[in-house]
């Protein structure tokens, strides 16, 4: 025997006595089932993957940032690498963030993995949201998931929102202060709501140390206690699947292709979990290499919050543009006192909250306008349902139209004229817009005989069944 397969033989028995060990204390055969779990082999339902490791990256740099952000608005002096800021007094959740980002190691390439972690925690959602839309997956018995997820989304931007805020710069401290103002619009409740929040009149110190809770604590564990239910929702109804072309060999037997018991795809170990590896790995290199070359939020350009002054450009990102595009849509004529009651309701009510309320309210409810009586378990052909696809395709030129109207000024100055001019237009663009494209797409698929093959892998791919 080599001394290499002496070694390699020391190793075994030592993980064999290690798992005897290990399962002697949590009977660890009872969990073999779910490692033999089937997750179909398809290439989209991996965005779900992408947006779990966005949140683990964020927890993680998360963790970092906050050994070294102080969440305070008293005034301290600034004795760190920024030239222009030498010896002056600022305040010290700006002073922080000035010195994770040029004097802590690594501080600026944290700070910028979990600025694009963020984002790409949004848009992965996004994009996972809309596969689920147009596979029909929220369909009976995926409706709790939906609306679970929908609940993800809603924290995924209550946590970006809050995030924004923490480094107390000019820039960020003004879109903030917009947010405030929506809250406070909200009648009979807003004014108390929005102290509660923000801690007092916005800006006031107690702001950041309030917005700092929820965003390190509330907002993540609540992401944290969701996401378990997500995911252990999945693995009781088991995951949708692509309708079977046939018959499919498995492993240990052959499934119908009619068979719903069943799922057909990669088991969980080790196949799926080389797959998900994968995603992981690339997740994290993308971040880095975005980490790497982007620059995030500039708070040294902007400098400290200051009352007195307005930023020329105040934008927020881009996940909240279309928001900030009712905001700028609404004419304020539009505000409206309701009879007897005395209610007033302006503005900032009814674009920042009313209108993204009905959207969200929209989305939630979405699985039981399009419910179905029926248990479903293979996924949809989009092609194949006219008036679900098109109600899709005209939710997103409707959030398109919206979050151009959220750079109605950028709009303006690439056309050479006012926002004056092009608010009307874009008044007109986002009632018709969404209508014209969700006509079309109606029009064309049902057109269409919706015979269709459904995609996805090969299915004699297949390995395991759950
Ligand atoms: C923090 C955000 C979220 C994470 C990390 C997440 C993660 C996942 C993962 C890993 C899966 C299994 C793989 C896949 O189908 O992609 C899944 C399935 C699912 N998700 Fe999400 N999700 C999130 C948000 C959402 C949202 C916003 C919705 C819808 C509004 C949603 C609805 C669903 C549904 C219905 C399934 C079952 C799909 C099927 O069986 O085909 N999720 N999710």
Known sequence: ???????????????????????????????????????????????????????????????????????????????????????????????????????????????????????????????????????????????????????????AMGAAYTGYALPFDEFASTATGIGYNVAKSIPIVGDVGAKIVFGGEFPSSATIPRLYFLHVLVIPATIGVLLAVHMAILLRQKH?????????????????????????????????????????????????????????????????????????????????????GFLKLLPTWMSVTIPVVGIHLNTEFIGGVLLPGLVFLALFAWPFIDYSEEPTHFTADPLARPWQTAVGVAAIVFVVIASIAGMNNILADVLGTSTSVVNPALVVALLLGPALAGGITYRVLSGDDGERDAGGRDPTEATGDG
């Open 240 to 324: 949708t699947e692509t309708p079977r072309d046939g018959p499919v060999g498995t492993r240990r037997t052959t499934v119908e292709a009619d068979d719903d018991s069943v799922v057909v795809g990669l088991p969980a170990f080790p196949n799926q979990a080389a797959v998900s590896a994968v995603v992981f790995f690339l997740t994290l290199a993308t971040l880095s290499l975005l980490a790497g070359f982007l620059p995030v939020h500039n708070v040294a350009e902007y400098g400290p919050n200051d009352l007195a002054s307005t930023p020329e450009l105040i934008m927020p990102d881009w996940f909240f543009m279309w928001l900030y």
């Open 1 to 155: 025997m080599s001394r290499l397969d002496g070694l390699a033989d020391r190793v075994g028995s030592a993980s064999e006595r290690l798992y005897r060990w290990t399962d002697d204390r949590f009977d660890l055969d009872a969990g073999r089932g779910a490692l033999g779990k089937a997750f179909p082999a398809e290439d989209s339902f991996l965005l779900g993957e992408i947006a779990l490791f966005s949140f683990l990256v964020l927890v993680l740099t998360g963790t970092f940032l906050g050994m070294f952000f102080e969440p305070s608005t008293s005034d301290v002096t600034y004795e760190g690498s920024v030239a222009k800021f030498q010896g002056e007094t600022l305040p010290e959740a700006f002073v922080s963030v000035l010195h994770i980002t040029y004097d802590v190691p690594y501080g600026m390439f944290i700070r910028r993995m979990h600025h694009w972690a963020a984002h790409l925690f949004v848009a992965a959602i996004g994009l996972h949201m809309l596969r689920v839309f147009f596979t029909g997956a929220y369909r009976n018995p995926r409706e709790p998931n939906w609306v679970v997820g929908s609940g993800l989304a809603v924290l």
